[in-house]
């Protein structure tokens, strides 16, 4: 198979904002992936030519940086989930299918503002076979490449990225549920969801879950199961109903993952990507914008009353 696209190329924005961390004056965040349709002449494709580049020729999207790893003291791998469907709405973030002519990596300064930010890194097709983004149709499943990145750093232990909106991939939901614990704090009476030392969520709880601590007239707690075998769909988003007492169509409803959880049905969890599908009397519906879970999930249910 020939490869898709040139060797990637520091612009002199990225070298700018490299020797300035090699001078130890800032540390690098990556901030984003982008791609779009813009054609280039031969010359254009010059390393010379792509080093003064500020941008993509015609940027189509931007996407969040989902993991970094260290490829080498100086290196560092970088991946994002190019997608024509946002993983956590469903919305379609393409309507006009492109050819993916031009990659960009994107940086800033770590803790500066938005000007710091700079096109560090860029891409451009070698062949004409390049990848192609089609529009998203509803209902069907969306189109998917997962994009490694390399890049040259001063110091891959110094380096950080900007992953708001990212879609968790399965290989870091791996990386992430090696560490996962929960536990519970009668004190605070909240329930925290760590990796490691890092606090991933905390979720204030009573331990019978019969009442929320300070809970508000109106509320109601009870315990429900998101079942395997009731998902429906062939595709993205798979769609599950729970039979959820008392709620009603303008109800408040929150759901989380029961501390009852085993490691399997935490990590079903997570690579389900759910999403709010709506309520009706005495249901809730849930959807699932990644994997079909195959694990029954324990969760609590709040209904806070009418919206």
Known sequence: MPQLYNKAVMTNAGLALLNKAQAGAAAIQFTRMATGDGTYAAEEKTPSALRERAG?????NSYAISSIDAASIDG????????????????ALVTDGYYLNE????????????????????????????????????GDAPAQIVQEYCARVSDAAN??????????????????????TLSY??????????????????KKIAIDYGSLSNKPKGNAVSSA???AANWTGEAAPYVNVIIVEGVTESSIVD???????????????????????????????????????????????????DA
């Open 255 to 305: 759901i989380s993952l029961s501390s009852s959880a085993t490691q399997e049905q935490a990590k079903a969890w997570m690579a389900g990507q759910f999403a709010d599908g709506g309520q009706e009397a005495g249901k809730v519906t849930v959807k699932a914008f990644g994997s079909k879970p195959e694990a029954d999930i324990p969760v609590t249910v709040i209904v806070r009353g």
């Open 185 to 202: 704090d009668e004190k605070s009476g909240e329930l925290q969801l760590k990796s490691g030392d890092k606090t991933l969520s905390t």
């Open 225 to 227: 199961t998101i079942a």
């Open 76 to 91: 560092v791998k970088l991946t994002a989930l190019l997608t024509n469907q946002d993983p956590a709405t469903g919305a």
């Open 56 to 60: 993509l020729k015609s940027e189509r």
């Open 159 to 180: 380096v950080t990225i900007d992953c708001a909106g990212a879609a968790m991939l399965e290989g870091d939901a791996e990386k992430l549920l090696e560490k996962l």
């Open 103 to 138: 990659i960009g990596l994107y940086a800033k300064e770590k803790d500066g503002g938005d000007d710091t930010e700079a096109l560090y890194s860029v891409a451009v097709a070698a062949v004409e076979n390049r990848d192609f983004m089609p529009a998203y149709t509803p």
